[in-house]
């Protein structure tokens, strides 16, 4: 019982790793899961990142991995960064 669980269990890993793993929609994705990451819907970026993967048919394990940007140490950065491109779209300088 047990191998034959764990034999599915890793074919349907194996499946979610590399559904649509070509470079257009592996860039999609990377591009979707960052933005969810980023969004201020802190609690909701898992769903929000599914919901869209599967919207769209994007790669799952990966838009959620990128989400994964917004941990506390990349705060900082995160901030400063959409001040500076705020700057930027607003004064042009």
Do not use: H, Y
């Not at 890993?13 to 960052?34: H, K, L, Q, R, Y």
């Not at 769903?47 to 705060?75: D, G, M, Q, W, Y």
Request: proline share 6%; glycine share 6%.
């Amino acid at each position: 019982m047990i191998p034959r669980l764990n034999a599915r269990f890793r074919k349907f890993a194996a499946t979610m790793m590399t559904e649509d793993m070509n470079p257009a929609s592996a860039g999609a994705a990377v591009f979707w899961g960052i933005l969810i990451g980023i969004l201020p819907i802190w609690g909701l970026q898992t769903l929000t990142a599914l919901s869209v993967a599967f919207l769209l048919r994007l790669n799952k394990p990966l838009i959620l991995a990128c989400t994964f940007i917004n941990n506390p140490l990349l705060i900082p950065l995160i901030v400063a960064s959409s001040l500076e491109l705020g700057s930027v779209l607003r004064t042009g300088s």
